[in-house]
């Protein structure tokens, strides 16, 4: 008699606490488009630098390649574009880029519910390749 009453307090203690907590729903969309020919990329040297973020095309010194178009598409119960941004970035540095050209950056608030989508062109930049100090001798 004693272990039923027991039962019915844990089973209430877990309702109540089941409904007071607040889930986190999240989930994440990444579509890539090639814009170079995918045989490419191997070849292109490694700059061993971090990722560079452009808000346009005015801040990238000198010439540059268009690798291919990222969007990613984030919906959660909180903020998270700086998230997106270091998604975009290893997407780019998987294609063989050394920086992200921001296209497109959206948020919308639907009640708990915040989806964000940040577009971008993974690009790699010529100026950002490292000089040895040695010269190749011929």
Do not use: W
């Not at 814009?35 to 010194?61: T, W």
Request: proline share 4%; with cysteine.
């Amino acid at each position: 008699m004693n272990k039923v009453p027991k039962i019915i307090i844990l089973f209430v203690v877990g309702m109540i606490t089941i409904s007071c907590s607040n889930p986190v729903n999240q989930y994440t969309t990444t579509h890539v488009k090639e814009l170079a020919q995918s045989d490419l990329f191997g070849v292109l040297p490694e700059s061993g630098q971090p990722v560079l973020v452009y808000e346009n095309a005015n801040e990238i010194n000198g010439e540059y390649l268009e690798l291919a178009t990222v969007r990613i598409q984030e919906v959660s119960d909180e903020n998270c574009a700086d998230k997106i941004t270091e998604q975009l970035k290893k997407e780019a540095k998987d294609l063989g880029g050394n920086g992200i050209l921001l296209i497109n950056k959206t948020k919308n608030e639907d009640g708990n519910k915040i989806t964000q989508e940040m577009k971008a062109i993974a690009v790699y930049v010529f100026d950002q390749l490292p000089v040895n100090d040695q010269l190749a001798i011929l």
